[in-house]
């Protein structure tokens, strides 16, 4: 089972970018899928999730009306758009799939290797 976020990068703060996360191994529209973002030494921050079947997703209250998570299970892929960035979003983000859907992210059992984003000028 494995799980790829790519997409982060250097960016301005006002700027975007729209994250990936690519599964294989399992069957990946069994899960919900989580983003989730950390930094040196703290605790994983819940992002955004998103239902096995897209219906339903979930945000933290500091990305709200920025990011938006949506999937294609056709092409085994979760995607974050994360618009109006700031300096604060800077970490590396992962994406995680789980069984149960939400912030927790002790709900989630497989995670990949995460994707780095700095917000700078």
């Known amino acids: 089972v494995q799980l790829q976020a790519s997409g982060g990068g250097l960016v301005q703060p006002g700027g975007s970018l729209r994250l990936s996360c690519a599964r294989s191994g399992f069957v990946y529209d069994d899960y919900d899928i989580g983003w989730f973002r950390q930094d040196p030494g703290k605790e994983r921050a819940f992002v955004a999730a998103?239902?096995?079947?897209?219906?339903?997703?979930e945000y933290a209250d500091s990305v709200k009306g920025r990011f938006t998570i949506s999937r294609d299970n056709a092409k085994n892929t979760v995607n974050l758009q994360m618009n109006n960035l700031k300096p604060d979003d800077t970490a590396l983000y992962l994406c995680?799939?789980?069984?149960?859907?939400?912030?927790?992210?002790?709900?989630?059992?497989?995670w990949g290797k995460g994707t780095l984003v700095t917000v700078s000028s």
């Open positions: 998103i239902s096995w079947s897209g219906s339903t997703t």
């Open positions: 995680a799939a789980s069984k149960r859907l939400g912030g927790k992210a002790y709900f989630y059992d497989y």
